[in-house]
């Protein structure tokens, strides 16, 4: 089991939905992310968030804006999806968020798998 | 453009043996570089890092740099039917972000 939690586990939801995914760490960790992942793929990065603040925003649309309400939580709030956003979106953290050589490793939630019908 | 190449498999190899799984990189200012296992359907999972040239072992894993060849390797030793998943090379500059390779399938044959 890993140490960063993701809820929910999966997710429907129409074209015309707002949804929320939530990712809440303990490890103190002080920097969190945002990855998606379709089949077969490797995790694309979306956002960092570099204590509480983000700090890259890989050109996401914005009918996804992300959140973060305190070192421990971030959420990613969904809204007028498509149905190519289909993935599964996977939450990291890393105890810092870079520190120019030996970087800290990011550890994976067990990810949301996200269906846009 | 920085690229993380890693050849997509499958590697098939029988239990017991050795599995040498091979990753290159173009930017010469990488400063990390993990492996990380995939089962199909469930998230990435943290094997290894390495920031030094040379080998690094923990358990049946080893890890190998060669930064002035600009190559990373897993080595997995007495290899497993369990350890057949996707092996994702990823590698970080000094922000930490993460650039992943396309990863290798792995299956080890009873």
């Known amino acids: 089991d890993t140490e960063v939690t993701q809820t929910p586990k999966h997710l429907v939801m129409g074209m015309t939905n707002k949804k929320s995914l939530k990712c809440e760490q303990h490890?103190?960790?002080?920097?969190m992310y945002w990855y998606k992942q379709k089949a077969k793929k490797p995790p694309e990065l979306m956002f960092v968030?570099?204590?509480?603040?983000?700090?890259i925003n890989e050109s996401v649309p914005s009918r996804f804006s992300p959140e973060c309400p305190n070192s421990s939580l971030l959420n990613l709030h969904l809204h007028a999806l498509q149905p190519e956003d289909s993935a599964l979106y996977l939450c990291a953290s890393s105890q810092d968020p870079g520190r120019g050589a030996n970087n800290s490793p990011l550890h994976f939630g067990n990810g949301t798998r996200l269906t846009v019908t | 453009q920085k690229e993380v190449e890693q050849n997509s498999g499958p590697l098939s190899v029988p239990e017991g043996a050795i599995a040498s799984l091979n990753c290159t990189y173009s930017d010469r200012g990488s400063q990390s570089f993990f492996w990380y296992r995939q089962y199909s359907g469930k998230s990435p999972e943290l094997i290894m890092f390495?920031?030094?040239?040379g080998d690094k072992e923990d358990g049946r894993f080893t890890a190998q740099l060669n930064k002035a060849s600009q190559y990373v390797s897993l080595l997995i030793r007495d290899s497993q039917p369990s350890d057949s998943a996707t092996y994702l090379c990823?590698?970080?500059?000094?922000?930490?972000?993460?650039?992943f390779g396309g990863g290798t399938r792995l299956m080890v044959k009873p």
């Open positions: 990823a590698v970080a500059n000094a922000g930490n972000m993460l650039t």
């Open positions: 968030y570099s204590y509480e603040k983000l700090s």
């Open positions: 390495i920031y030094s040239n």
């Open positions: 490890m103190g960790h002080r920097a």
